[in-house]
Nanobody, 124 residues
Framework: VQLQASGGGLVQPGGSLRLSCVVS????????VGWFRQADGKEREIVAA??????SKYYIDIVKGRFTIPRDKNTVYLQMNSLRPEDTAVYYCAASFEARWDSAPKVKYDYSYWGQGTQVTVSS
C-alpha cells in the first residue's frame, strides 16, 4: 500500500488549497483515511478523518467550517478554505484498513500506512 500526498504550497491568509492523497494497492479493500499536520516544534495532530463507510467524518474544532475531506475513488482530498497562518504545517495523509466500519480514527497510532508530507505555508 502506498499513499502519495500532494498539493501543498504557499498561500495568503484567507486563501484556499486542496491537498490530494492517492492510495494505491489493496484498492479493493475499504479504508479509513486521516489527515494530520505537524507544525515546527509541535506534535503531529489529527486534522480530519473519514471512516471506511464514508458516513462518519471528524474535524478538529479549529478547522470546522473551513476544511472538508471529500473522496473520489482512491483519492482523498483535504479542501482547505479560509486559511490562517496557524494552519502552516507539514500535512500527512494516513490510511487504516482495520478501523471499524463507521469509525473515523482520530489517533495516529490507529493508522498503519502514511504518505510523505506536503508543506502548507500560510503567509502574506
Amino acid at each position: 500500500v502506498q499513499l502519495q500526498a500532494s498539493g501543498g504550497g504557499l498561500v495568503q491568509p484567507g486563501g484556499s488549497l486542496r491537498l490530494s492523497c492517492v492510495v494505491s494497492g489493496r484498492t479493493f479493500d475499504t479504508y479509513a483515511v486521516g489527515w494530520f499536520r505537524q507544525a515546527d516544534g509541535k506534535e503531529r495532530e489529527i486534522v480530519a478523518a473519514m471512516s471506511r463507510s464514508g458516513r462518519s467524518k471528524y474535524y478538529i474544532d479549529i478547522v470546522k467550517g473551513r476544511f472538508t475531506i471529500p473522496r473520489d475513488k482512491n483519492t482523498v482530498y483535504l479542501q482547505m478554505n479560509s486559511l490562517r497562518p496557524e494552519d502552516t504545517a507539514v500535512y500527512y495523509c494516513a490510511a487504516s484498513f482495520e478501523a471499524r466500519w463507521d469509525s473515523a480514527p482520530k489517533v495516529k497510532y490507529d493508522y498503519s500506512y502514511w504518505g510523505q508530507g506536503t508543506q502548507v505555508t500560510v503567509s502574506s
